[in-house]
């Protein structure tokens, strides 16, 4: 079985950026990755200094290259458990392969739940969006419109209307409070209020929402590109098979650096942190790193000075 300091599961962002530092810092570090990156559908990822405008997939690219200059190794492989074994965490992959670590850092991400409308999974990050700091330059404007219907959609939608003037709220039934109604209005703001039931697209565009509503049929509300917000769901399931705490609302519980309540494991970015965007997701995974290395430092000073 091979055996390194720190084993890291999940190669996006945080992963690779703690890969990274943890090799600097002249550790044997393995990272597994399953292959398929939250953020695959974009062509392209906007708000990372120096790197603005460039391709997810060329991110990893660059950043597996320099994982390995530094002797880091990288592995293509689904995690099938993890246990504890003395000191060391062994960690089981497809193919009845494992591995055994030291240390260990969760960077797995989440995944992205959106409202079951047809045909708003298929244009998922091209033209039906969720992060305005993301994307919303690139649409700015365009006639967007806003799928509402949580808590938040008051906040949300507003926050929208900062990149364009043209912004079409859809919204259930009477589901406007007055309060937010009022706000819209004075910004301009178009309440559509009806289910949505479809995505309407030609020529490989979206092009508007077919609204539905009892007493008037259907309709088509054109729309050049909409944002949605949808349902965060952390890929923890490795986190709570190893017993780490799970706070209120679903998410690790874990410290600025990303230590969890189960000693020697660690987490980065968007599995515990679901406002993570990639530069954040990237900071995360050092931080964790030099923690994880300081963590190790520790631990070998104890056993020289029992030695």
Not at 6 to 14: H, P, R, S, Y
Not at 94 to 108: F, I, K, P, Q
Not at 144 to 154: C, D, K, N, Q, R
Not at 230 to 252: H, K, S
């Amino acid at each position: 079985m091979s055996e390194y300091d720190v084993v890291i599961i999940g190669g996006g962002a945080a992963g690779l950026s703690a890969a990274l530092t943890l090799g600097r810092a002249r550790r044997r570090v393995l990272v597994v990755d399953g292959g398929a990156p939250r953020n695959a559908p974009a062509a392209h990822m906007y708000g990372f200094l120096s790197r603005d405008g460039q391709s997810p997939a060329q991110l990893l690219e660059l950043g597996r290259a320099e994982v390995k200059s530094y002797g880091g190794e990288i592995t293509t492989a689904v995690v099938t458990g993890i246990e504890r074994a003395g000191t060391r965490f062994r960690v089981a992959l497809e193919g009845d392969r494992s591995v055994s670590g030291r240390r260990l850092l969760v960077a797995t991400g989440l995944r992205d739940v959106l409202p079951e409308i047809p045909g708003l999974a298929e244009r998922w990050a091209r033209d039906v969006l969720h992060c305005p700091y993301c994307h919303g330059y690139e649409v700015r404007d365009q006639r967007l419109g806003v799928l509402g219907g949580g808590p938040m959609t008051a906040h949300y939608t507003q926050l929208i209307r900062q990149w364009s003037d043209d912004v079409v709220l859809f919204a259930p039934v009477g589901s406007v409070p007055a309060t937010d109604a009022a706000g819209y209005a004075a910004r301009g703001i178009e309440v559509v209020e009806g289910a949505v039931t479809r995505t309407v697209v030609t020529d490989d565009r979206l092009v508007g929402l077919e609204v539905g509503a009892l007493d008037s049929g259907s309709r088509v509300v054109p729309v050049d590109a909409v944002f949605a917000a949808p349902r965060f769901e952390p890929n923890d399931g490795l986190l709570r098979a190893l017993g780490c705490e799970i706070d209120a609302d679903g998410w690790v519980v874990s410290d600025a650096t990303g230590q969890t309540t189960v000693p020697g494991v660690w987490v980065a970015g968007n599995v515990a942190n679901p406002r993570a965007q990639v530069i954040v997701a990237a900071g995360e995974g050092v931080a964790a790193a030099a923690m994880l290395n300081a963590d190790l430092v520790a631990e070998e000073v104890a056993d020289a000075v029992a030695a």
